[in-house]
């Protein structure tokens, strides 16, 4: 089992810049590749990015790349999302998923956080 936390959501103007972040409890976290993902009212949940187990592979889906970064450190056990020049259609709940490889398919994470809203004015 591995439970994971978000924090660091919030209401930030068109534009602005949040650092989201995703604590685990398990020791074996080196071991696990961690996803961000989103959904949005009335919307499923998508893929937002994924970094590998040893930190040494991302993959961001299109409408992110450039302005979002995912990190991950495993002396901490926490992996983080910076997201920069944000746009209203940001505006979603973020998740954080953990799995043995990566993969940007919600159905192949078998544990998943609370998540933590994120809203984006214009």
């Known amino acids: 089992q591995v439970q994971l936390v978000e924090s660091g959501g919030g209401l930030v103007q068109a534009g602005g810049s949040l650092r989201l972040s995703c604590a685990a409890s398990?020791?074996?976290?080196?071991?696990?590749?961690m996803g961000w993902f989103r959904q949005a009212p009335g919307k499923e949940r998508e893929f937002v990015a994924v970094?590998?187990?040893?930190?040494?592979?991302?993959y961001y889906t299109d409408s992110v790349k450039g302005r979002f970064t995912i990190s991950k450190y495993n002396a901490n056990s926490t992996v983080y999302l910076q997201m920069s020049s944000l746009k209203p259609e940001d505006t979603a709940i973020y998740y954080c998923?953990?799995?043995?490889?990566?993969?940007?398919?919600?159905?192949?994470?078998?544990?998943w956080g609370q998540g933590t809203q994120v809203t984006v004015s214009s």
């Open positions: 398990r020791r074996t976290f080196s071991n696990y590749a």
């Open positions: 970094i590998s187990a040893g930190g040494g592979y991302t």
């Open positions: 998923a953990a799995r043995y490889g990566t993969s940007s398919r919600p159905h192949d994470y078998a544990y």
